[in-house]
């Protein structure tokens, strides 16, 4: 028997499990998005495009669409610039303090978000939550933070970008740890302040993570939402806090109209198609130059 | 003091203030839910960050009005068990591609990673349709096996750590007549350990954590996982703030355990994960 052959049974677990829980379904949303199904009757026949005309129809799916792209734009420097000076602030002082404090931002990304989504919630209670009482304290008005459109959708993200944040704090932090602090501690000797290091250093050595994190940042920052959506605002008030990931959950799961949700999955899966060519390309280019 | 050390002095006491300030900033709500927990009913919303008198009722409130225990049973069981199973898969896949058919790795390697990023809502509504015809609406099955696939990311962490091994130690037990599963067995596996347990417990959290897929599979009160407990807790008994800030204190608290244990191991996996993507 070749090696190749004796080599199956071990992929086979994986590939097993991708083909029915990944790919599948991948192939199966396409095959759903042209039938008419309410999940309460039998799936009643091949509508063509309807579903995805239905979506177009509906203003709240054209909404969730632009506000995908807008928690993507918001949560941009939260992604890139925050974590960065956060990462080099703790790499600027190696030590036990800088171990603790990173251990203490990095807390979001290990804590449930539904905890966390909680906890906000009682902060934020209107009428008598802790943030309005401080308000109130300062002389301002109280605000109906969760029930005020504009207001809920900062509040999902500001949630949302604690972990952000969080996360690429580390990753910003892994790219520093590799610079060599020789070189640093030369150009300090030569003279050089702190942010003359920050720039001439530190910048042109997280120039290609911070291309890749912006890019996954915009591409994933509709679907770190979710939880906080989901617990919080359930998509409201007035779909304000709506995005596409939560868009297909209503659909499917609360009006149960799988043919609908699906045709929304499927433009969904499209836009991270397109993001995919991008990111390729973007990689040839890079190592092109 | 010199005069030229101040601004050292005051350059230090600044990076601690800006730091205690962040640390303040993306932990407060958590911190402030802790300290709630331990609030009785009369101070439940007093702006004072000591309780007064400090209270345990909230916990007992939940422990006995509650199924806190049940609920973090099936959690524990949903973890372990992904975590446990998308590690086998993982360490088979990833022997399989680096000792037997490297040819078939850049192709298996982006299948995975293609599946990585597609977004689970997207694909949520056919697993949710295969496992309920299935028969795992509300069984520990449902709630693992459909998780199983995301073992993808455990096989492109560990397929680095299999080509880490060092050639001569497989070479060796070659010779010796071993055959592929003794060399796993006796020669990677060995050597995989630390990757194991930092893959283990990457995505035993990232488990405890998930509310997608055990919303939709696990929605029946005795088989729920104890992040849906807690939205439901939310809804139903939104009013007593001491005893939900409890319950989510109760709920994260296994997590923050192993956190505090091994904070620099969970970090060091975290950061794995993150720079493969």
Redesign the interface.
């Known amino acids: 028997m070749t090696?190749?052959l004796?080599?199956?049974p071990?992929?086979a677990?994986?590939?097993i499990?991708?083909g029915?829980?990944?790919?599948?379904?991948?192939v199966?949303?396409v095959v759903?998005s042209f039938l008419d199904w309410n999940l309460t009757t039998p799936p009643v026949g091949v509508v063509g495009l309807d579903n995805y005309a239905a979506l177009w129809r509906h203003p709240e799916f054209a909404q969730s669409l632009v506000q995908t792209v807008l928690y993507a734009l918001v949560l941009l420097p939260f992604s890139t610039v925050v974590p960065l000076a956060?990462a080099t602030?703790?790499w600027?002082?190696p030590g036990r303090?800088a171990e603790i404090?990173?251990?203490?931002?990095?807390?979001?990304?290990?804590?449930?978000?539904?905890?966390?989504a909680?906890?906000?919630?009682?902060?934020l209670?209107p009428l008598?939550?802790?943030v309005n009482?401080?308000l109130g304290?300062l002389g301002m008005p109280p605000g109906n933070w969760l029930g005020d459109p504009a207001t809920a959708l900062v509040v999902i993200v500001v949630i949302t970008a604690?972990k952000v944040?969080?996360?690429n704090m580390?990753?910003y932090g892994?790219t520093l740890a590799s610079i060599d602090r020789r070189v640093v501690e030369a150009a300090r000797v030569e003279g050089a302040t702190?942010l003359d290091v920050a720039r001439s250093i530190v910048l042109p050595h997280v120039a290609r993570p911070t291309v890749v994190l912006a890019l996954?940042s915009l591409?994933l920052a509709?679907?770190w939402t979710?939880?906080n959506i989901?617990?919080l605002t359930q998509g409201g008030p007035d779909g304000a806090t709506d995005n596409?990931?939560?868009r297909?959950?209503t659909l499917?799961?609360t009006f149960f109209e799988?043919g609908e949700?699906?045709a929304a999955?499927?433009v969904?899966?499209a836009g991270?198609i397109v993001v995919?060519l991008a990111w390729g390309l973007v990689r040839r280019v890079s190592r092109a130059t | 003091m010199r005069p030229d050390h101040r601004p050292a002095l005051f350059g230090r006491v600044a990076w601690h203030a800006v730091l205690v300030v962040c640390c303040l900033l993306t932990t407060f709500p958590v911190l402030w839910a802790l300290i709630t927990s331990f609030k009785g009913p009369a101070d439940v919303f007093s702006a004072n960050p000591i309780p007064s008198p400090v209270t345990l009722e909230n916990y007992a409130a939940v422990l006995s009005g509650w199924p806190v225990l049940p609920l973090i049973a099936n959690t524990f069981v949903m973890s372990a068990g992904v975590a446990l199973g998308q590690i086998v898969v993982a360490v088979l896949a990833a022997f399989a591609l680096v000792e037997l058919s490297p040819r078939l790795r850049p192709a298996i390697l982006v299948a995975a990673t293609v599946a990585l990023v597609i977004p689970p809502q997207a694909i949520v509504i056919p697993q949710f349709l295969l496992a309920t015809r299935l028969g795992w609406l509300n069984s520990p099955v449902g709630l693992i096996v459909p998780q199983l696939g995301a073992a993808a990311l455990a096989v492109l962490l560990l397929v680095q750590h299999v080509a880490e091994v060092p050639r001569s130690h497989v070479e060796a037990a070659r010779l010796e007549g071993a055959r592929s599963g003794e060399v796993l067995w006796h020669v990677v596996l060995p050597a995989l350990r630390p990757a194991i347990a930092a893959v283990g417990i990457l995505v035993f959290i990232t488990t405890w954590n998930e509310y997608l897929w055990p919303l939709l599979i696990a929605p029946r009160a005795e088989n729920a996982t104890v992040q849906i407990g807690l939205a439901q807790f939310q809804t139903e008994g939104g009013t007593d703030y001491g005893a939900l800030m409890a319950a989510a204190t109760l709920t994260s608290l296994p997590i923050v355990l192993v956190y505090l244990l091994a904070s620099r191991r969970v970090t060091d996996a975290f950061l794995q994960s993150g720079l493969r993507t």
């Open positions: 090696a190749r004796r080599a199956w071990y992929l677990p994986l590939l499990l991708l029915v829980w990944v790919y599948g379904p991948a199966f949303t759903l956060l602030l703790l600027s002082r303090a404090y990173r251990a203490i931002l990095f807390l979001p990304v290990i804590l449930a978000p539904v905890a966390v909680v906890a906000w919630r009682f902060l209670n008598q939550g802790l009482e401080m304290a604690a944040v969080a996360f580390l990753l892994a702190a996954l591409v509709g679907q979710f939880t989901s617990v596409v990931f939560y297909i959950y499917g799961f799988i949700a699906s999955a499927v969904l899966l991270f995919a």
